[in-house]
């Protein structure tokens, strides 16, 4: 039995390229972009170099002052690139039945909350649990728990943009992202929804992440810290509107953190493609993605997204996603490769059908 | 399209080892709340919680927890004489991130500075060099369910769902789906939780959804807010016929908040209404309730509960294992889940512990004191979780 198409007719996105996603792949192949120096790791990690989203301007901000307390940095871009989709879908109606997927990151907690606990939870010179439940309590933002939730990173924007349907949220430094993109694959083939969104959100950028990162040797290796978000809308069935159908999306488990996957999982892989966009970690990944992009896709364009976005984690599977989606052309298809700081391998397949 | 067969299950909770124990216990009527022994809670608005009294020898406690299920499914499930194939193996997990212990984490604020403002610099700087404390290991979400693809040789699917307390459940959820598309011939499903630690504790009191009585009441009219609790609950599903049947899959969104469930419990009946749609049933012998012991949701619930089963309701029974275990937040779905699979194959309908007086907003057919037997033929569980994520599952004898 043939899978029912499904097709992309809409996306958003949050990335240093700006709000928006028309534009972003040219402008990576282009070269236009360049990391620069983090703003938001200027304190704690000085010249760091980084893609990093700039100011957002107050009119495209998520949702209001007071809902923009509760959310992580990851939520609050996953937010603008949720309603920038559902927009350029032009899916206005029965949000209550479109589905939502998303790849989410744990870099939630805004670190200014912690050394308050701690601070107030002393007494004379020791930490006492006692005064942590007390005064330990009174001291931080009383929703920063919320900031920890991981699936806050959809729910945020699902309840910003009133979305109902089936859905799920993903843990992801990559591959969980595509999970995501997948899961809402086979919802939308299955008939459990008629309409979704799926992406992912999330930012390199936080303190401790990036000294994690930084410990596990990353960013010796070549690692650039990202942040942003990014969503694809999709739709059951062919559209006049759609921008590309999407054939499929694959996560491959690697065999452990920074390796790659073994050879025999290649047999995986799309067979063809005029486009192939890579997103890989740093620098050993990209050796090995580029090689395979060269070898399994001769004549193919290349495009290596995150030498000009960075490493996002569960960012950067979707960002990858929308620059191709930028880059394709009529007829053509695209395979989006990313190889994750986990050693997992991604793969999605878009094509464009002719006019 | 193929069905997906639950073939095994296995749990760890503060009332055993292993589900059978666990079960027992439960249809008991024993509960496993108490005052919090594993750190000094004495400050803290809610002091009570349903601990492990164990230490285990896997530096993540989420992962020693999903282990020992894990395994204790896979036997039941008689894997452990005839291994899969590995390529045909998926692990899909629910989890959120782990907790660095307390004191690591006071110790790296401390790094940022003696006041209660963060210098980034010092931070950075001191932070940095206690390097071994920011074990990944201790808060990925995803280590959990990489160990348990790496325990079972695993080469499938490997996805770890991060969706509050819901994540057990939709965990099985996605298991379900790869196994009726074929994606995998076995999926190792479930959920685990170890959130009694301080700063959960700090998080969820703050919002006052902890019992300050330290009592897990689920729609007693005496309820005051849910208590933490710990565990994991595992099963192997597969496409080759087993115990129980995943008959139908619901799941909604309340876009309606992020602490409260939408007040006309419209998110959760939708989740309800389209499980029971996609096993082809209008009613179900048992419903294993969220059921949290939080005023709001107990009533919501409850309601929604009404709705979904309208007049078929009085030949059904409702119980929440919450009364007894407490909220182990990403396992809660999973052990639910288990709870209604118990139903189904042995006719075993577990009590709500702590549950004395019904409140009349929460008015059900209640299993209450001890478990009663019947003839099951199906059970409807239902997770719901913090951000307004509904996940509903129905399983069948058939």
């Not at chain 1, 939308?188 to 992406?199: F, S």
């Not at chain 1, 070549?222 to 739709?235: F, K, M, S």
């Not at chain 2, 124990?21 to 594993?38: K, M, N």
């Not at chain 2, 984490?105 to 003696?114: F, H």
């Amino acid at each position: 039995m043939m899978s029912a198409p499904v097709a992309i007719v809409g996306a958003g996105a949050v990335s240093a390229f700006g709000i928006g996603w028309r534009g972003l792949g040219e402008a990576v192949a282009a070269g236009h972009l360049q990391p620069r120096e983090s703003v938001l790791l200027r304190e704690s990690h000085p010249g760091t170099f980084a893609s990093e989203v700039s100011e957002i301007p107050a009119a495209l901000d998520a949702g209001n002052a007071r809902a923009r307390k509760l959310m992580s940095r990851a939520a609050r871009l996953a937010a603008i690139a949720m309603r920038e989709a559902l927009v350029d879908a032009g899916f206005a109606e029965r949000r209550e039945e479109i589905g939502a997927w998303m790849g989410v990151g744990a870099s939630g907690i805004a670190m200014e909350d912690v050394p308050a606990i701690v601070s107030a939870s002393f007494v004379d010179g020791g930490l006492s649990l006692h005064r942590l439940g007390d005064q330990g309590l009174m001291a931080c933002n009383p929703l920063f728990t919320f900031q920890t939730l991981n699936n806050f990173s959809l729910c945020h924007g699902a309840i910003l943009e009133g979305l109902g349907g089936p859905n799920a949220a993903f843990f992801s430094r990559g591959s969980g992202t595509a999970v995501a993109l997948a899961e809402a694959l086979h919802a939308l083939r299955e008939g459990d929804c008629d309409r979704a969104i799926a992406g992912g959100a999330d930012t390199a950028l936080h303190p401790v992440t990036w000294a994690e990162l930084r410990r596990e040797g990353f960013s010796a290796q070549g690692l650039v810290p990202g942040e942003g978000a990014a969503v694809l809308a999709l739709a059951r069935g062919t559209s006049s509107r759609a921008l590309g159908l999407l054939e499929s999306c694959t996560a491959i488990a690697g065999a452990q953190a920074g390796t790659t996957p073994v050879s025999r999982d290649l047999e995986l892989l799309p067979q063809r493609a005029d486009l192939v966009v890579i997103a890989p970690w740093g620098a050993p990944a990209r050796a090995w993605l580029g090689d395979v992009a060269v070898t399994r896709y001769a004549g193919a364009a290349i495009v290596d997204v995150s030498l000009r976005l960075g490493d996002s984690l569960a960012a950067t599977p979707a960002l990858a996603w929308v620059a191709a989606l930028d880059l394709l052309r009529p007829g053509e298809r695209a395979v989006v490769l990313t190889l994750d700081v986990d050693g997992d391998l991604t793969a999605a397949v878009f094509r464009k059908e002719s006019p | 399209m193929r069905a997906a067969w639950v073939n095994g299950t296995g749990a760890v909770t503060p009332l055993g080892r292993t589900w059978r124990e666990t079960c027992d216990a439960l249809a008991a009527g024993r509960c496993a709340i108490a005052p919090i022994a594993s750190f000094d809670a004495s400050g803290f608005p809610s002091r009570h919680a349903a601990e492990i009294d164990r230490d285990f020898s896997e530096t993540d406690r989420r992962t020693a927890l999903a282990l020992d299920a894990a395994r204790e499914a896979w036997a039941a499930a008689g894997l452990d004489r005839q291994p899969p194939d590995p390529l045909q193996v998926g692990v899909f997990i629910g989890a959120e991130s782990g907790r660095l212990p307390f004191s690591t984490l006071a110790a790296l604020a401390r790094a940022g500075g003696p006041g209660p403002a963060l210098d980034h610099g010092r931070f950075s700087r001191e932070a940095e060099s206690r390097a071994r404390d920011l074990d990944s290991r201790l808060v990925s979400p995803a280590v959990v369910a990489a160990r348990l693809a790496r325990e079972f040789g695993a080469r499938g699917s490997v996805a770890t769902v991060s969706l509050a307390c819901a994540s057990g459940a939709a965990a099985i959820v996605e298991a379900s789906r790869a196994v009726r598309q074929g994606e995998c011939e076995v999926a190792l499903a479930g959920g685990v939780g170890a959130d009694v630690d301080p700063l959960m504790l700090a998080g969820f009191g703050l919002l006052g959804a902890l019992s300050a009585s330290g009592m897990s009441r689920p729609f007693d009219r005496r309820r005051d807010g849910f208590v933490l609790g710990e565990g994991a609950g595992m099963v192997v599903l597969s496409c080759k016929r087993g115990v129980a049947r995943v008959a139908g899959i619901g799941r909604t969104l309340d876009a309606w908040s992020l602490t409260a469930p939408a007040p006309d419990g419209s998110g959760s009946l939708r989740a309800m209404r389209l499980a029971l749609a996609e096993a082809g049933l209008e009613s179900v012998d048992v419903v294993q309730a969220h059921g949290t012991s939080t005023p709001l949701n107990d009533a919501i619930e409850a309601r929604a509960i009404r709705e979904a089963l309208g007049e078929s309701l009085p030949s059904s029974h409702v119980s929440s294992i919450k009364g007894a275990l407490g909220h182990t937040i990403a396992a809660a779905g999973a052990l639910g889940f288990i709870a209604a699979v118990e139903a189904v194959v042995t006719g075993t309908v577990l009590p709500t512990a702590g549950l004395a007086e019904p409140d009349r907003d929460c008015a059900l057919p209640h299993v209450v004191g001890r478990a009663l037997s019947r003839r099951v033929d199906s059970a409807m569980v239902n997770s719901f979780a913090f951000g307004g994520a509904n996940c509903t599952l129905v399983v069948t004898r058939e």
